[in-house]
């Protein structure tokens, strides 16, 4: 009488095993999507900036000198960043002034003389990066991506200006762009505005400057 007992006892564990069995598999046919995906993992090569602080770099551009015409400016800068989003930076810039309207509708009278028309100035100021980000792009005729880390960022400083004869206190304000092309190389593209206080062409005033400039710069 056991061994019966035992033995439908035995019959009905492996009939439900085998039912639950045959339940698993049919849910997970049914969850297995008809069509496999054939997904391929793209290879991406991402700059980072590399653990130095330091950077620097040439840039080259245009200046506009009030009253003087437009100009080809170029220079150097100079960074130390002191976290993620804030630095310091100096800047030196060469140019040199053209003629205003007066010079150039009165013949030969020159207010400034050759020497007085160089351009000079030197800054130092603060820079914060406000929309950290990335831009992705593939080499042409190359199978391959990138991803460039990218930062925008605003700066305000002061220094001087050497022009017409004279230094003067100048206050810097502008906006850039930074894409990390390498873990050590990076391209910059700015405008800034150069506010100094002048009197060449008759009673002081504040000149308004604006500059466009691009430029590459190095990590050490």
């Not at 095993?17 to 997904?39: H, K, N, T, Y």
């Not at 200046?63 to 002191?82: M, P, T």
């Not at 391209?187 to 000149?207: A, P, Q, W």
Request: glycine content about 10%.
């Amino acid at each position: 009488m056991e061994t019966w007992s035992q033995r439908f006892l035995l019959s009905i564990v492996l009939g439900t095993s085998a039912w639950l069995c045959s339940f698993g598999a049919a849910a997970e046919a049914r969850e297995r999507p008809l069509i496999e995906p054939d997904v391929r993992p793209q290879k991406v090569e991402e700059a980072l900036i590399d653990t130095e602080n330091f950077e620097m770099g040439a840039f080259a551009g245009v200046i506009h000198i009030e009253d003087f015409e437009s100009s080809f400016v170029f220079g150097s800068r100079v960074a130390y960043h002191l976290n993620e989003s804030l630095f310091l930076e100096g800047n030196v810039g060469f140019a040199e002034a053209g003629e205003n309207t007066f010079e150039k509708l009165g013949g030969n009278v020159q207010l400034l003389s050759d020497d007085d028309r160089d351009y000079k100035y030197y800054n130092v100021g603060f820079g914060y990066n406000i929309l950290p980000g990335e831009s992705f792009f593939k080499v042409p005729f190359v199978d391959q991506h990138y991803t460039v880390n990218t930062n925008f960022y605003l700066t305000v400083g002061g220094g001087a200006t050497s022009f017409a004869g004279d230094n003067r206190f100048t206050f810097v304000f502008g906006a850039g762009y930074q894409m990390v092309l390498m873990d050590y190389l990076a391209f910059h593209i700015s405008v800034r505005e150069h506010l100094y206080d002048i009197d060449v062409t008759g009673d002081t005033k504040t000149s308004f400057n604006n500059e466009v400039r691009g430029g590459l710069s190095v990590f050490f």
